[in-house]
């Protein structure tokens, strides 16, 4: 079985920019979640989409949005970027996204904002 | 606010030892928690859990310790090995709260 897989795998983009992250969740998979991982902050909780629904929202400004779409791939888009942006984006999915569920990531997209 | 702390950014250990990571939570909601592995240029992968009906979890050479009075959870690896060098990430997670809260994470360097 396929794992989660994100891409791209890098991205370099200057302040003003937008971007979009891809994330393809392991199959039959329906829930998927996004976290920011940044040195010194640990992972940080950005979204979670459960059948193209926005379920959970972590404490992120409204530029960070996202989607997902019907065969459960999900994308993240970060508008107007900032320096302070530049981190690894990491997706990860489960089957129902419960809260005893473990979570199965992908390697990640790595961000840098010029 | 940090609702789990890992307040060991790193650790280093001898081969052969045991490897202690502690994780601190505040959030008396919480009751499942995770400790997953992460490797560099890649993601986290999970590790081991417990749910706050226990106090111990074993699997194979990891053991995970919970105190729920202390709030305090801890993962001992023995003996370490080479190959456990990584960050150790603790997360945890409450019901109603169906996200996973993380910890900034503890890098274990085992010295061969």
């Known amino acids: 079985k396929a794992g989660v897989t994100q891409t791209p795998r890098y991205l370099i983009k200057t302040r003003g920019q937008q971007v979009t992250l891809s994330c393809s969740p392991i199959?039959?998979?329906?829930?998927v979640s996004w976290y920011q991982q940044t040195p010194g902050q640990g992972l940080q909780f950005l979204f979670e989409?459960?059948?193209?629904?926005?379920?959970n929202k972590g404490n992120f400004p409204g530029r960070f949005s996202g989607r997902q779409f019907s065969n459960s791939r999900s994308e993240m888009n970060v508008s107007t970027l900032e320096l302070g942006d530049s981190a690894l984006y990491l997706c990860?999915?489960?089957?129902?996204?419960?809260?005893?569920?473990?979570?199965?990531f992908g390697s990640g997209t790595q961000l840098s904002v010029l | 606010d940090q609702q789990v702390k890992q307040n060991s950014p790193s650790l280093s250990v001898q081969e052969g030892r045991i490897s202690i990571l502690n994780c601190d939570y505040t959030n008396s909601m919480f009751d499942y928690f995770l400790w997953y592995k992460k490797y560099p240029a890649e993601g986290p992968t999970f590790l081991i859990s417990?749910?706050?009906?226990?106090d111990k979890n074993e699997d194979g050479r990891f053991t995970v310790f919970l105190n729920k009075s202390a709030k305090h959870l801890s993962l001992h690896i023995v003996p370490s090995q080479p190959g456990d060098s990584a960050v150790y990430f603790c997360?945890?997670?409450?019901?109603?709260?169906?996200?996973?809260?993380f910890g900034t994470g503890t890098r274990l360097t085992i010295i061969p």
């Open positions: 417990i749910s706050s009906i226990k």
């Open positions: 989409y459960f059948s193209e629904t926005q379920r």
């Open positions: 997360a945890a997670s409450g019901f109603g709260n169906e996200k996973l809260t």
């Open positions: 199959s039959g998979h329906r829930s």
């Open positions: 990860a999915s489960s089957h129902q996204g419960a809260s005893n569920e473990k979570l199965f």
